[in-house]
Structures are given as C-alpha cells and as structure tokens.
C-alpha cells in the first residue's frame, strides 16, 4: 500500500511538473513573439529614417551595424525636386496646415521614386532629394510622373479655392561617394559628390527658366536637356 500511494504521489508530481513546465513554455514563447514583434517594429521604424536601399549598399544587414565612415563609390543618378514659391504658400498658414500640407504633396511624391528604382536620401523642407542607382531613365520617367503628380495635386486645390503649385525638378548622373558622416553621437547616410551639387544647381535652372525638368546624364555630356 506504501508503495502504490509513493507512486501515486510521484505521478502527480511528475504531472505537476510537466504543467508548469509547459507554462513556462507557453509564457516563454508569448515573451519572444512579443520581442520579435517589437523587434520588427524597430527595423521598420529605423527604415524610415535610414533606407534599407542604403543599409544594402554600404554593405550592412542593420542600421545598428553602420558605422562612421562606412563609405562606397559608385555611379548613381541625383534627382532634386523643389516647389516654387513654397514660402509664400505658406505664409498665411498655421504651423499645422503647413505640416499637413508639405506631407501631403510629400506623401504624393515619394512612393513614385520607389516605384521606378529610386530611394529617398532625405528631406529638405520641401524639397527632395532622391537616389537611382540603376538606369539614368529610371530617374527620368520618376520626374516625369511626380511632375504629373503635382500637376494633378494643383488641380484638386484650384477647384477649392486654393492656390495651385509648381516644382522644378534637376537630374544628373555621375560618380558618387555614399557612406556615413556626422560624428560618433549622431550620424547620417549620403552621398557626397559634385555629381549632387550638378544635380541642385539644375534644378535651379528649371526655376530659372520655367522648365519642368532639367537633366544632364553625365558628366560627359556637355549640354542639359530641358523637358
């Protein structure tokens, strides 16, 4: 009798064993489901501050893994868009209405260069700056479309009594120098180049000139095309 109630009693031990061991199980998955979860939401959040685009061409799998003075050079094609007379629009707003309204012909304007191979480098106020590392003509048809983007956008203000919009757009292509600069507390990823200065300065000429777009594809090429 001894024996079959120890026995009884080490099954139920045993039972309770595996119960709680199962538990732990349990809560221990959960907590790791929820840390991958944060997790992805982490590197999604670093991705809209620093494009996968960039970790991939500096070579790195995560923004954490970037340091300071990664560099690599290579060919890519520059793209400046600006709006015209974007001060004046926004004098007579508030704070907020000029938040929403630059994030709404932002939010117009950035998936287009992602839909033809390109990559925001960053925000300047209104204006952007936009990295193709492929084809010159991706970045050509990307101008193409965001100007009828914003055409499209003026129409939709004009028909509520809104003033319309305008933007230049500059593109060139040349060797570039993308890596991280800043310093050790606070960096960012670019490109550094005469290529992005060339790039600017176009897209200066097609305010000057009241041009859509205005492209050089390289160096090499000593005129500029005005669309």
């Known amino acids: 009798m001894t024996t079959h109630l120890s026995l009884r ?3 139920r031990a045993l039972q309770q064993a595996n119960s709680d061991l199962e538990r732990r199980v349990a809560e221990r998955t959960a907590e790791l489901a929820l840390l991958n979860e944060e997790l992805l939401a982490t590197n999604r959040a670093h991705g809209r501050f620093v494009p996968t685009e960039m970790l991939d061409l500096l070579g790195r799998d995560r923004a954490v ?6 560099h690599v050079q290579m060919e890519m094609t520059v793209l400046f868009s600006d709006m015209r007379g974007f001060a004046a629009l926004t004098e007579s707003m508030t704070p907020g209405e000029s938040f929403a309204f630059i994030n709404a012909y ?3 304007l950035s998936p287009i260069v992602r839909r033809h191979g390109g ?3 960053k ?3 209104d204006a952007i700056m936009a990295l193709f590392p492929g084809k010159a003509e991706d970045a050509v048809r990307a101008a193409v479309a965001m100007q009828q983007a914003v055409r499209q956008f003026s129409e939709e203000r004009r028909s509520v009594g809104l003033p319309s919009i305008g933007m230049g757009i500059g593109i060139h292509t040349g060797s570039v120098m993308l890596g ?3 310093e050790a507390e606070r960096m960012e990823a670019t490109v550094i180049s005469d290529t992005v200065n060339q790039a600017s300065r176009l897209e200066r000429l097609a305010v000057r000139y009241g041009v859509a777009i205005v492209t050089r594809p390289s160096r090499s090429t000593s005129n500029a095309s005005l669309i």
């Open 65 to 70: 893994d970037v340091a300071l003075g990664d």
């Open 106 to 108: 932002l939010g117009r």
């Open 180 to 182: 991280t600069i800043g």
């Open 119 to 121: 990559f925001i480098d």
């Open 9 to 11: 009693a080490l099954q």
């Open 123 to 125: 925000y300047i106020g």
